[in-house]
């Protein structure tokens, strides 16, 4: 869905958990190039390809891939976009996150309890389909080339700001669009239902401070926000996340 001149939110199927839903990719691209935010599940090379070539960008403009954070969903496309493009991309993310996307730390999500957790999760599947996405868990890692910190401006597409929003992740970030004044907020946000809630506690380590992040979105306008799980949503953006902001964080989470 384009939401902006040079602005699309990709949308990317799958089913992982017997629920068919969808990933939001985000493309940012000018006459310099394109920006990818996020990448998807390993696996999701060819969807990729296709929402991109459906968004009128040729694949190959693509120059960077920043990573709001490293779980699978997001960083599990690079290492196949990398083969097919080689040296022509380059990978940011968070420097808190980076040890965990190069396979110098386990993935946080990868950890033995969270694997047994998720095996009992996916017992519907076929036992060979169960071990591969388990397997997916444990290996998967990408090359980063460039560490970002809070604050940050890329210049691409009109100026990209790196806000650090902790807790999701230890390096989660969020992408403030300047010229359109789009953020894209990896899952320190969500759209459930229509609507706009804060991150999933069930997936979050640290909700206090995932909460605390929400506070730093403030000095941003925002007009549109962009959920990975969710996507675009917009109409009285600054308020809803204010109020969100101020929410005590659920203490059963
Ligand atoms: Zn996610």
Redesign the pocket.
Known sequence: MLIATGVEVLELPMDLFGAPTS?HPTLVWDDEGAVLIDAGFPGQLEQLREAVEDAGVSFNRIRKVVVTHQ?I??IGGIAALLADADDRIEVLAHEADRPYIVGEKRLIKANPERLAQLSKRLSFLPEERRKAVIAAFETTKARVDRTLADGERLPSCGGVVVIHTPGHTPGHICLYLERTKILVA??ALNVSDGLLVGPNPR?TDDMPRAIASLGKLARYDVETVVC??GGPYSGGVNARIAELAAAEPDPGA
């Open positions: 990933v779980d969903d997001h990896g899952d997936a990975y799980h």
